[in-house]
């Protein structure tokens, strides 16, 4: 499904698309809120100031994509493949991350408050990342 499909049916109601491949899309600075992208394969995309607000996006393969200031508030990112991707500044506010795959991911100046980790951690409220670090949790 091309990318303007799924702007097309999201614009007129439709918010379960999972099980899709948009690999290698650009959906920069859409509004995605609520959107079901469980099991896709989003990996090498350009996502950047995605708003994807309580999104269902549970197994989805976003490897290798940009999500530089994403806002992934309340999103369910559970045993998502987040390897190598870019989430600087994103917004991970109350995310749940359980069982995610972080693996090279940047997360310098992202917001993880309260933010649920792979391996079940609930982060402090006010948590953002200061510097490069490599985070590495047994699931």
């Known amino acids: 499904m091309k990318t303007k499909e799924l702007l097309r049916k999201y614009a007129v109601g ?4 999972s099980r899709m491949e948009f690999r290698d899309c650009d959906l920069s600075w859409k ?3 609520e959107i ?5 394969d989003l990996s090498i995309s350009i996502l950047e100031g995605i708003d994807l607000t309580a999104a269902n996006l549970i197994a989805t393969n976003l490897s290798r994509s ?3 200031a994403a ?3 309340q999103a369910n990112l559970c045993n998502a493949d987040l390897r190598i991707a870019d989430l600087r500044g994103a917004e991970l506010g109350y995310a749940s991350l359980l069982g995610a795959d972080l693996r090279g991911a940047s997360l310098v100046g ?3 408050s309260n933010a649920i980790m792979p391996d079940g951690t609930v982060m402090p409220n006010r948590t953002i990342i200061s510097h490069r670090q490599e985070i590495f949790f047994r699931v």
């Not at 439709?14 to 698309?17: P, S, T």
């Not at 079901?36 to 896709?40: A, E, P, R, Y």
């Open 14 to 17: 439709k918010r379960d698309f």
């Open 31 to 33: 509004d995605l809120r």
């Open 36 to 40: 079901n992208l469980s099991n896709s």
């Open 66 to 68: 940009d999500l530089t």
């Open 71 to 73: 806002n992934l508030y």
């Open 110 to 112: 992202a917001d993880l």
